[in-house]
């Protein structure tokens, strides 16, 4: 079984994917936020997106009680961001770079693309929670989006 789990894990780490950190803040005004790779367009009408949260993570029971949450798509170059987003143990909003942006909730104003999003429901997947969010706002900006292959952050290069 580990094994198998190791042979898993490897094959869809070869999976490229967006890189995004989503945020939303709790009742009590505080900020969350986590990295996640595992975002998804799922449906054009409602617009909806995915985005799936590990039911262990610290930042679980905030997104899955928020009534609304942000997607801020990384660009190249914001791999800093990303993992100390994906850091436990820290104040991850302390660098300061995020602001308040759709529905006052904390974005990244570098982002190439920032989705505001109504918390529609909440799916189970196993070990992970699958948020699904309806689209209510969105910013879009220059910039290439990173992303995350083989455990480690890149850009995207023209089609050969
Ligand atoms: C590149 C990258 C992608 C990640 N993608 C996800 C993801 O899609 N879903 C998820 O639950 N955690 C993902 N994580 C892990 C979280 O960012 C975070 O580290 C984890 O939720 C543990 O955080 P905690 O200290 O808040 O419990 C990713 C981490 C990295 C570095």
């Known amino acids: 079984m580990a ?5 898993f894990t ?3 780490a070869r999976v490229p ?11 009590a005004g505080r ?18 997106v995915l985005i799936c949260l590990g039911k262990t993570a610290s930042t ?9 949450f942000l997607v801020n798509v990384l660009a190249a170059g914001q791999s800093a961001v990303a993992q100390r987003f994906a850091t436990s143990g820290i104040d991850r909003f302390a660098a300061g770079d995020m602001r308040p942006c759709e529905f006052g909730l904390p974005g990244l104003d ?3 693309v920032r989705l505001a999003c109504a918390l529609h429901d909440v799916l189970d997947g196993g070990d992970h929670s699958i ?12 910039g290439t989006p990173l992303v995350y292959c ?11």
């Open 10 to 12: 490897r094959a869809l």
């Open 31 to 48: 900020s969350w936020g986590f990295t996640a790779t595992s975002f998804s367009s799922l449906s054009l009408d409602p617009p909806l």
């Open 3 to 7: 094994a198998e789990l190791t042979e």
């Open 110 to 112: 570098s982002a190439p």
């Open 150 to 160: 083989d455990r480690a952050f890149g850009g995207l290069l023209p089609a050969q």
């Open 60 to 68: 679980h029971h905030a997104f899955t009680s928020a009534e609304r």
């Open 17 to 27: 994917g967006p890189v995004t950190v989503a945020t939303t803040v709790d009742d």
């Open 131 to 142: 948020l699904v969010g309806r689209v209510e706002a969105l910013h879009t900006a220059e």
